[in-house]
């Protein structure tokens, strides 16, 4: 079964896609490998039916990051506040509701996968470390005091996210492209199906 690719949807005067480049995977070189396998057998199903894949290892950050979220603003206020390059301008404080009340203290933690992932597959390994993905504003936090971390690798929080037209399902990231530092969506057309690039880092918080 081929996977469909996120790519990260920046509007900055004029929308544009920025395609995302990985490494060949692991996942599709061991399904390769054992395709003529599970064939040679017609009592096995299908190749396409079936999912081969290595061990999926959980890399957490080396320490963990505090952050202030200042629920007093709104989240446009916090994208200011970041002092982005380029913004998505379909972030808006419709689009990505912020509930809460003052200042409140949080720490986060970056986490990092040896593989492509899909959605579940990211929230069930955050689960058995007692975590759960960061939202918006936990992520707007993050760029506030850490700046330079997403001129290493793209950063995303699954625990927000935005509906769009014909299923596409766009999430928070934080980003850059030359010397330039974004806030942005990353989106895909089919959110259970699609797997995440395995350079990206996920944003989580303590359950």
């Known amino acids: 079964m081929k996977s469909k690719m996120p790519t990260i949807f920046v509007a900055f005067n004029l929308m544009f896609v920025m395609s995302l480049t990985t490494c060949q995977t692991t996942r599709n070189e061991v399904v390769k490998q054992n395709k003529a396998i599970v064939l040679a057998d017609q009592s096995y199903p299908k190749i396409d039916d079936v999912k081969i894949y290595p061990p999926i290892m959980v890399r957490l950050a080396d320490k963990p990051y505090p952050v202030v979220v200042d629920y007093n ?41 040896n593989c492509l992932v899909t959605n579940k597959e990211v929230e069930n390994h955050l689960k058995s470390l007692d975590l759960k993905s960061a939202k918006i504003e936990h992520l707007l936090a993050f760029g506030v005091k850490y700046p330079e971390k997403q001129r ?47 350079d990206f880092r996920f944003l989580a918080v303590k359950q």
């Open 73 to 113: 603003s709104s989240s446009v206020e916090m994208i200011a506040n970041g002092k982005y390059d380029i913004v998505d301008k379909s972030i808006t404080t419709n689009s990505f509701y912020v509930a809460g009340k003052g200042q409140v203290a949080s720490t986060l933690y970056l986490i990092h996968f």
């Open 152 to 198: 290493k690798f793209t950063i995303i929080a699954l625990g927000s996210s935005l509906s769009e037209t014909q299923g596409r399902v766009s999430v928070p990231c934080l980003s850059s492209i030359a010397s330039l530092r974004m806030f942005c969506l990353a989106s895909s057309d089919e959110p259970d199906r699609s797997e995440w690039p395995e």
